[in-house]
């Protein structure tokens, strides 16, 4: 089984300030990694996606994660937001066992810019 | 075209109706999937086709039956649903069989409500 944590269920941020949302995760098997934006009455778009390789994904948007291992974390990051930013964010693991897989989600950081 | 359709938008129903909720997608991609999101909560898998073949049914109770008429075509028939199930549908689908590291394209939801 998998498991996804995101600590923070809000992270209020200032217009043009860094941000960090971050991401956990379990599981007793290889998994992949990604990370979606939620707008208001809308459905999910893909930000960024970790499944081999490079530990640092960048993503649309301006936004990048950084894979680690050891500390099994996919934190998101972007250096500079918009008042567009504003929104629901999921990290979301899924298996790499092979077969077809839904994703897991976490439950979700609500980002809020400031102006 | 990344698009995936859903209809309808909003959907009001009493618990004896039966209704169905429609998803599709003309990206040839093989492997739909119907997710469950209630308010303020992370998306809840319920169903993968792959091939348009059920690959995976999450325990989701028997009031919800899925049909993958094409490969294009994915319905959710509901029947004789409960008030907890009022909820935002969405529907997903990805290129390949559903694997975990197929990025999974989704629609707008249907927002359900169950009187």
């Known amino acids: 089984a998998q498991s996804v944590t995101q600590l923070d269920s809000q992270v209020p941020v200032f217009e043009e300030a860094p941000v960090e949302l971050r991401c956990n995760y379990s599981?007793?098997?290889?998994?992949?990694l990604f990370w979606y934006v939620q707008y208001p009455n809308q459905g999910l778009q893909l930000l960024l996606k970790?499944?081999?390789?490079?530990?640092l994904v960048k993503g649309i948007n301006g936004f990048e994660a950084e894979f680690n291992k050891s500390q099994t974390s996919f934190h998101l990051r972007k250096p500079s937001v918009h008042i567009s930013d504003t929104a629901e964010y999921f990290c979301?693991?899924?298996?790499?066992?092979?077969?077809?897989?839904?994703?897991?989600f976490g439950k979700g950081t609500h980002l809020i810019i400031q102006p | 075209d990344t698009e995936v359709t859903q209809t309808p938008k909003h959907l009001v129903m009493g618990m004896t109706n039966k209704k169905s909720l429609k998803c599709e997608q003309h990206?040839?991609?093989?492997?739909m999937y119907w997710y469950k999101q209630k308010a303020k909560k992370p998306p809840e898998l319920m169903f993968v086709?792959?091939?348009?073949?059920?690959?995976i049914n999450e325990s989701v109770p028997s009031r919800f039956s899925p049909e993958c008429p094409n490969s294009s075509l994915l319905n959710l028939h509901l029947h004789a649903l409960q008030p907890e199930d009022s909820a935002l549908y969405l529907c997903?689908?990805?290129?390949?069989?559903?694997?975990?590291?197929?990025?999974?394209?989704f629609g707008p939801g249907t927002r359900l409500l169950v009187l």
């Open positions: 997903a689908s990805s290129r390949g069989q559903g694997a975990g590291e197929e990025t999974q394209y």
């Open positions: 599981s007793s098997v290889s998994v992949y």
């Open positions: 970790y499944l081999s390789g490079s530990t």
């Open positions: 979301a693991v899924s298996h790499s066992g092979g077969g077809a897989d839904g994703l897991t």
């Open positions: 990206m040839g991609h093989r492997a």
């Open positions: 086709y792959s091939y348009e073949k059920l690959s």
